[in-house]
C-alpha cells in the first residue's frame, strides 16, 4: 500500500461543514484507482489530504505505511509524482529543463545535474513520447503535449506511485486516450496510479478499482462493474444515465436525454 | 561556457574602467593608471578615494537591486514585480524625512533612518498578509505593499509639508538616488552586510524556478514552499533596504535587468541569478556614469538617470517579447 | 529652509544693476549731478514737504511683474510678505505701517510685534484680510501670481517684487518708500547703504581665495553664481567655486569639489553640519584642514542693509582662515 486514507475527514473552516466525511482509500503498486464524483464532491480534497496539504480533522493520511506529516517534501517527491490540474507558465523553460526540475528532489539546492538524473529525464522523455520536443520551450506546445510533459516531469522523480488531477481536461479524444493508455503502461510496470477524473467511461476501462464519491463520503468502492451501476449513478449525478457493457466488461454509462429515453 | 564567462568578464571590466575615467572630471587612462596602482599623478585621490569605491559599489548595489527583483519575479509570479513594490521605497523615504525633520544629528542618521523605515514597511506588510490569514501569499502581498506604501508615502508627504525643520524639503533629492556618499568605508558595510542575502538567494536558485510554477506544484516536487518564502522575502528585504540606505531609491534596475536577461536567455534562476548579477551591476555603473557627466559639473540623481532610460529599454523588451 | 532657500538662491537676470521703470529714472539721475546742487534740492525738499505728509495725487508704480500699483494715499496698513521687505520697511521708517508679516521675519526685533501671517509664498489670503491692509507686498514667484490675482479681484493693492541680490535693497526701498510715504527715509537708506557697501566691498588681490559655498549635504549642494551669497562672497574678496553654474542651485559630485580644490568652505546655520567627518569628504584637502567658514545670521540669505557689515564679516573671517 503505497499511498492510503483511512476515515480520513477535513473541514476547511470552522464554520462551515466537513469537505471529506470518512473515507478510506488505498493504492496499491500495479494498480490504477480512479477517484469519480460530481463537481464539488471532495475529488481534490482528498487528492490534498493523502499528500499532506491540508489537516485531517479525523482519520490517518499514510504513505508507505508512515503518517505523511512525517515525511518531508523531498521525501514525498522521491515516492510520489503529482500531475496536477494546473500550473502557471510565467517564465517559461524548455521541455528538457522543464522535466529535469523534477529531479529536484534529489539534487536538492545546489547539486549540479549527474549522469543518474540525465537518464532518469531521458528515460521520462521516451515514455511519453516528447524526446523529439526536448528543446522547444514550453509556452509553444499544445495542450495534450504540455500534459505529456507535465507526466514526464513526475515520472523523472521514479516515484513509486503517480497522482493525477483530471489529466484529461481540455483534451481531445486521441490525446484523453494517450494519456491513459500511458498511465495504464505504467501501472503495469509497477507503479501505484491514482486518477482523479470526471470522465466515467475512461474510468471505467482503465481502472482497476473504483471510488465514487458524494458530497465528501464514499458512495461506492469496488470494481468498475461493481460501482458503476444505473440506479447509484443516476442518484448520484441527478441525471438518468444507462449502462452498457463493452466486449471486454467494462461497463460505459450513457446519459440520457431525458428519464423516459431508453437505450 | 567559457567563452561566455570571458565575454561577462570583458564587460564587466569595461563597464569598471569607463566609469574610473569619465566623470565630472574627465581623466586619462595613464592618470588612472597611475593613480591607482601608484597613487601618483594628477586626480590620484580622486580617483582612489572617491572615484573606484564609487564604481564598485554602483556595481554591487545594481548587482543586488537586479537579483532581488528576479528573486521577487520568481516568489510573485509576475514579471512585473520589483525590490521596491512592498512598500519598501515608501517606508525608506517615510525613514529618511523623519531624520531630517526631527533634525537628527550625525552624518549616517538618515540612511540609517531610511534602512529602518524600509524594514519596518516590510515588517507591516508581512503582518498585514497575516491578517488575511494567507501568509505571503503574492496577492496579498502585492496589495500589502501598495497600501503600506500609499500610506507611508502620505505620512511622509505631510511630514515635508508641516515640518519648518531646514532642508526637509531636500529629503526628496536624497531618496531620489546618488553615489555622492560612496566611500570605502561605505563599501565595506555594505559588502559585509549585503554578503549573507546574496548568498541565501543564490543557494534558493533552484527553490525559486519550483515556486514560479505555482505554491502547490512546488511542494509536489519537494520544495519545502514556505520557509523557501520566508527567507527570500527576508533576504530581498534587508537587501533592498541596505541599497536605499546606501544610496536612495533607484528605481528600474530590478524591474528591466532581469526582465532583459530572461528575454535574451531564458534560463534557470541558477544562471538567471548571476547573470543579472552582472548585468544589473555594469547598468548601474554606466547609470552612475550618465548622472556624472550629464550636466557637468553638477549630477543628476542616479534614480532620474536610470528611469530615463529603463522606460524606453522596457518598452524595447516588450516590443521584442510581444513581436 | 524653504523660505529663505527661495530668497536667497534665485540668480536675478544679469546685468546686476537693473534699471527700474520710466517713473524711477528721475530718482535715478539725481546720482549723476553735481553734489551741491544734490544738497539744494534735498534741503529744498525737506523745508517744502513735511515728514509723512500724503503728497497730492495718486501713487503710482510698477512692481516686478510689470503690474501697475496705484494707490490714492500712502500705505499705512502693510502686509509684508517676504522677510527682505520688512526689514526694510522699519529701516525707511515705515515700521509702524507694518500689520503683518511672515513666519520668518526675524530682523529688526521690533518686527517680532507685528501679526504673523505664516509663510510668504502661497500664503493664507484669509489670515493677509483679516489684517486689512491697503498694501500687500509679495515675493514675485510664480507661485504667487495666483495669490496675486486673488488679491486683484478683491481690490486689494499688491506688490509683486523680487529681493534677489544687492541691487534689490535700493530699488526696493525706493520703491516701498514712494507707497508708504517715506520717500526720505528711503533716500537715507539707501545713502547709507551705497556708501557702506562701497566701503565694505574689497577689492580682490592677487588671488581670490575659492569658496564652495555647501548649502545642503545629503546630496551635497552648491549654490551658483547671481545668487545673494555668492555676490556676498565676491564682494568680499572670494570667488564661488562653482561660478560656472548658472542654475541657482544643485547636486555636485565630490570629485568636481576635489578637482577643484576650494580654500574654504562656507556653510549657514541652516546647511550641514556633520559632512566633515563622512570618509568621501575627506578627499578634498580644505575638509583635512578644517577650514570651514560657518556663518550665521538672516543678513547673509537675504538682501538688507546689513548686508555691507555683513560683507565686512565674511572679508575678515576669509583672511583669518587664509592667513
Known amino acids: 500500500m503505497i499511498i492510503e486514507a483511512r476515515s480520513v475527514s477535513v473541514r476547511y473552516r470552522r464554520s462551515r461543514p466537513l469537505a471529506l466525511t470518512q473515507v478510506s482509500c488505498a493504492v496499491q503498486p500495479g494498480e490504477m484507482v480512479a477517484v469519480v464524483g460530481p463537481n464539488g464532491s471532495g475529488k481534490t480534497t482528498l487528492l490534498r489530504a493523502l499528500l499532506g496539504l491540508v489537516p485531517l480533522e479525523e482519520g490517518s493520511a499514510l504513505v508507505d505505511g508512515r503518517p505523511v506529516a512525517s515525511w518531508s517534501r523531498r521525501q514525498l517527491a522521491q515516492t510520489i509524482g503529482v500531475v496536477g490540474q494546473q500550473e502557471e507558465t510565467v517564465f517559461p523553460l524548455s521541455v528538457a529543463e522543464t522535466v529535469m526540475l523534477g529531479r529536484y528532489a534529489y539534487l536538492g539546492a545546489l547539486g549540479a545535474p549527474g549522469e543518474r538524473d540525465r537518464a532518469a529525464v531521458q528515460t521520462a522523455l521516451e515514455r511519453c513520447d516528447i524526446a523529439d520536443l526536448a528543446q522547444r520551450p514550453v509556452d509553444s506546445l499544445s495542450g495534450g503535449e504540455w500534459k505529456r510533459v507535465r507526466v514526464a516531469r513526475a515520472l523523472a522523480q521514479e516515484p513509486r506511485a503517480l497522482v493525477l488531477d483530471e489529466p484529461t481536461a481540455s483534451l481531445d479524444v486521441r490525446h484523453e486516450m494517450e494519456l491513459f493508455e500511458l498511465v495504464s503502461e505504467l501501472v503495469r510496470d509497477g507503479l501505484g496510479g491514482l486518477v482523479i477524473t470526471h470522465h466515467l467511461n475512461l474510468a471505467a476501462r482503465f481502472a482497476q478499482r473504483i471510488l465514487l464519491l458524494d458530497g465528501g463520503s464514499v458512495v461506492a468502492t469496488g470494481t468498475p462493474s461493481e460501482v458503476l451501476t444505473r440506479e447509484t ?4 449525478f441527478e441525471w438518468p444515465v444507462a449502462v452498457t457493457n463493452l466486449s471486454d466488461g467494462s461497463p460505459q454509462v450513457v446519459p440520457l436525454r431525458s428519464s423516459k429515453e431508453t437505450l | 561556457m567559457t567563452v561566455r564567462l570571458l565575454a ?7 563597464c569598471l574602467v569607463i566609469g574610473l575615467i569619465a566623470g565630472s572630471v574627465p581623466l586619462p587612462l595613464s592618470d588612472v593608471w597611475n593613480g591607482l596602482l601608484h597613487g601618483t599623478g ?9 572615484r573606484a569605491p564609487r564604481v564598485v559599489l554602483a556595481f554591487l548595489v545594481g548587482g543586488s537591486l537586479g537579483i532581488c527583483g528576479a528573486a521577487l519575479q520568481a516568489m510573485i509570479r509576475n514579471p512585473l514585480a520589483e525590490p521596491y513594490l512592498l512598500g519598501l521605497s515608501s517606508g525608506a523615504g517615510l525613514g529618511a524625512v523623519i531624520a531630517i525633520a526631527s533634525r537628527a544629528a ?7 533612518a531610511a534602512f529602518l523605515g524600509a524594514l519596518a514597511a516590510v515588517a507591516l506588510v508581512y503582518r498585514l498578509s497575516l491578517v488575511s490569514g494567507r501568509r505571503l501569499d503574492p496577492h496579498v502581498l502585492l496589495l500589502s505593499g501598495v497600501v503600506v506604501g500609499a500610506f507611508a508615502g502620505a505620512l511622509m508627504s505631510a511630514i515635508m509639508v508641516l515640518s519648518d525643520a531646514p532642508g526637509v524639503r531636500n529629503a526628496f533629492l536624497w531618496l531620489l538616488g546618488g553615489f555622492g556618499a560612496a566611500s570605502w568605508q561605505a563599501l565595506a558595510v555594505f559588502t559585509v552586510y549585503a554578503t549573507i542575502p546574496v548568498a541565501i538567494l543564490f543557494y534558493h536558485a533552484r527553490s525559486l524556478d519550483l515556486i514560479a510554477l505555482g505554491d502547490e506544484t512546488a511542494q509536489h516536487l519537494g520544495a519545502e514552499v514556505h520557509r523557501v518564502r520566508r527567507v527570500v522575502y527576508l533576504s530581498t528585504a534587508l537587501l533592498t533596504a541596505a541599497s536605499v540606505a546606501t544610496c536612495g531609491i533607484v528605481g528600474f534596475v530590478g524591474l528591466v535587468v532581469p526582465h532583459a536577461v530572461r528575454t535574451s536567455f531564458r534560463p534557470l534562476h541558477r544562471s538567471l541569478l548571476p547573470l543579472v548579477f552582472v548585468a544589473g551591476g555594469c547598468f548601474l555603473v554606466l547609470a552612475d556614469v550618465v548622472s556624472r557627466t550629464a550636466v557637468r559639473p553638477l549630477e543628476l540623481p542616479v534614480g532620474v538617470v536610470t528611469a530615463l532610460v529603463g522606460v524606453p529599454l522596457f518598452a524595447l523588451l516588450l516590443r521584442r517579447t510581444l513581436a | 529652509m524653504g523660505c529663505t532657500m527661495v530668497f536667497s538662491h534665485r540668480s536675478p537676470p544679469i546685468p546686476r544693476l537693473r534699471m527700474g521703470g520710466p517713473i524711477f529714472s528721475l530718482y535715478r539721475r539725481r546720482s549723476n549731478r553735481s553734489n551741491l546742487l544734490s544738497t539744494i534740492i534735498v534741503g529744498l525738499g525737506l523745508i517744502g514737504c513735511e515728514r509723512g505728509a500724503p503728497p497730492r495725487g495718486e501713487l503710482r508704480a510698477v512692481d ?19 522677510p527682505a521687505a520688512t526689514e526694510l520697511l522699519f529701516a525707511i521708517g515705515a515700521g509702524s505701517s507694518v500689520v503683518g508679516r511672515t513666519q520668518y521675519c526675524d530682523y529688526p526685533p521690533a518686527a517680532q510685534a507685528v501679526a504673523n501671517l505664516g509663510d510668504g509664498i502661497r500664503p493664507s489670503i484669509e489670515a493677509v484680510l483679516a489684517q486689512r491692509p491697503d498694501l500687500v507686498v509679495l515675493y514675485n514667484s510664480g507661485q504667487n501670481a495666483a495669490v496675486a490675482g486673488r488679491l486683484g479681484e478683491l481690490g486689494i493693492p499688491h506688490l509683486r517684487i523680487n529681493t534677489d541680490a544687492l541691487s534689490d535693497v535700493p530699488r526696493v526701498s525706493r520703491l516701498l518708500g514712494l507707497l508708504t510715504g517715506h520717500s526720505h527715509g528711503a533716500d537715507s537708506v539707501i545713502a547709507v547703504f551705497d556708501t557702506a557697501l562701497a566701503h565694505a566691498t574689497v577689492t580682490p588681490g592677487a588671488r581670490r581665495p575659492k569658496v564652495l559655498l555647501l548649502v545642503w549635504e545629503q546630496p551635497p549642494m552648491t549654490i551658483g553664481r547671481g545668487s545673494f551669497l555668492s555676490e556676498l562672497i565676491e564682494r568680499a574678496g572670494g570667488e564661488n567655486l562653482f561660478a560656472d553654474v548658472t542654475t541657482s542651485s544643485g547636486v555636485v559630485s565630490i570629485e568636481a569639489v576635489a578637482s577643484r580644490n576650494p580654500d574654504l568652505i562656507l556653510t549657514t546655520t541652516e546647511g550641514p553640519a556633520a559632512f566633515a567627518t563622512r570618509p568621501e569628504w575627506q578627499v578634498v ?35 583669518d582662515l587664509t592667513r
Open chain 2, 106 to 112: 550625525g552624518p549616517w542618521a538618515v540612511p540609517l
Open chain 2, 42 to 50: 594628477a586626480g590620484a585621490a580622486i580617483v582612489r578615494d572617491v
Open chain 2, 8 to 14: 561577462l568578464s570583458v564587460l564587466v571590466l569595461g
Open chain 3, 285 to 319: 584637502p580644505a575638509v583635512k584642514r578644517r577650514r570651514f567658514l560657518r556663518v550665521s545670521g538672516s543678513e547673509f540669505n537675504r538682501p538688507s542693509p546689513r548686508a555691507p557689515s555683513a560683507i565686512r564679516e565674511l572679508a575678515q573671517r576669509m583672511r
Open chain 3, 64 to 82: 516686478d511683474a510689470r503690474d501697475t500699483v496705484r494707490l490714492q494715499a500712502p500705505a499705512r496698513r502693510v502686509v509684508s510678505l517676504i
Open chain 1, 233 to 236: 449513478l443516476s442518484r448520484v
